[in-house]
């Protein structure tokens, strides 16, 4: 008789996650919130109904792929040109501070400099690269709720966070390069770059026949079955012959294949599985392996500091770059402002970082706290400045960009879509 207890805690696990799914959506905040709490519920910090094993790790392996999968199909690329220089330019600032301050933040921590060894400066490093990441779920619908997601500003939060996700995951895998031991650290680098040329030239032909498939087999279930073996065969190709982290993979297979007839049939297809039972069982998973048996004054104050220096990079970063783009000051405060959300990337590349040994286990809930907070404050913030502010030039008129105004729709959130 073999043991079915598995089944008991996924019950759980997806009972507790939508409940506190629905909770913490009537307040404003993300699902994943809910999620988080929903799994430092069940597991050994609180109740204990549900402990880490090998089953829920696998499981929510595949549900952080998928997940990855689907933000690169959703990914639109032409939109990522249009916005161009000012996009870019926002990220590369919301990545740099934060990755800078994180490693000095990491290193003042943690023994500073003196006798480090490459690991150690590792850790460091990999510390700034997990406050790089946003997620900006939680803006968007805040953005739509006030009637400005189609503004300057809301459009260069948008395409920045994308190039912001992407430049973190590139971040990533060059870290967990390095890791290895047995890799050189130009060995690494050339690794990385070889993936990524190696998936840009093999995904061109991937886009080309499934824009074959598509007109030969429109709105038929092996478009996102064969769209889930690429995803799969990237992920693996990654980490077996590259050394390059299998989300990055699944992230470069999304964006091969975004912008078909059929990228979003597919893109709902694969949601259907990933964020129904995958993502809430990774989600979930991160509170259940949250440990605190190991924290201590040292660990609680760089918990705190890490929020705080990931929170203010970030939103400094990211409102610099808007102001010598020549942004208003209200403009350049609801960019800086409309970065600092923070989810299920943060989580994933943290959860990533403690699989690969770059950082230890006990640190996982400063994500968990990141996330939160970030979470709570990006809408409350943005509301604040858009009530400050004085509200007057249309959403598509630029105007003069040394105007110290903000984009205004009068419109109700509905008609927004």
């Not at 400094?316 to 990337?345: D, H, N, P, T």
């Not at 400045?385 to 040394?402: A, E």
Request: charged share 15%; proline share 4%; aromatic share 10%.
């Amino acid at each position: 008789m073999g043991d079915y207890t598995i089944l008991l805690e996924l019950a759980l696990i997806l009972l507790f996650t939508k409940l506190f799914g629905i909770v913490v959506k009537k307040i404003g905040l993300p699902q994943v919130v809910g999620f988080l709490i929903a799994g430092l519920l069940l597991g050994p910090c609180v109740l204990g109904w549900v402990h880490p094993s090998e089953t829920l790790k696998i499981i929510a392996e595949l549900g952080v792929i998928l997940i990855m999968f689907s933000a690169g199909l959703e990914t639109n690329v032409e939109d990522l040109k249009k916005c161009g220089l000012a996009a870019l330019l926002v990220a590369a600032a919301g990545v740099a501070l934060p990755l800078v301050f994180g490693f000095l933040l990491a290193a003042a921590f943690h023994g500073g400099f003196s006798g480090v060894d490459t690991e150690q400066i590792l850790r460091y490093v990999f510390v700034g690269v997990v406050m790089t990441a946003t997620s900006v779920s939680i803006t968007v619908e805040t953005l739509r709720e006030l009637g400005k997601l189609k503004s300057r500003a809301g459009t260069v939060i948008l395409s920045a966070a994308i190039i912001d996700d992407v430049i973190g995951i590139v971040l990533l895998s060059v870290v967990i390069g390095f890791k290895n031991p047995d890799v050189k650290p130009l060995e690494a680098i050339l690794k990385t770059v070889g993936f990524f040329a190696a998936a840009v030239a093999v995904g061109i032909g991937i886009h080309f026949l499934f824009k074959w498939l598509n007109k030969k087999f429109p709105h038929t279930r092996r478009l996102p079955i064969l769209g889930l073996v690429v995803c799969f065969l990237y992920a693996y190709c990654a980490e077996r012959f590259f050394g390059v982290a299998d989300i990055t993979g699944a992230y470069l297979a999304g964006i091969m294949m975004s912008g078909l007839k059929e990228t979003e049939y597919i893109d709902r297809k694969v949601e259907i599985n990933a964020y129904m039972f995958f993502a809430p069982v990774f989600f979930a998973g991160i509170g259940i392996n949250a440990s605190f048996a190991g924290f201590n004054a040292n660990t609680v104050w760089f918990m705190l500091a890490f929020v705080s220096v990931a929170i203010l990079t970030k939103a400094l970063g990211c409102f610099s770059a808007a102001k010598v783009l020549r942004y208003g000051w209200g403009e350049s405060l609801v960019v800086g402002v409309g970065m600092i959300a923070r989810g299920e990337v943060c989580l994933i590349v943290l959860q990533k970082g403690i699989a690969a040994g770059l950082i230890e286990p006990d640190y996982l809930a400063m994500g968990v706290l990141l996330v939160i907070v970030s979470s709570f404050l990006a809408p409350v913030l943005l509301k604040f400045i858009y009530r400050k502010s004085d509200v007057s030039r249309p959403p598509h008129t630029l105007g003069d960009p040394k105007e110290d105004l903000l984009p205004n729709v009068d419109s109700s959130p509905l008609d927004k879509g």
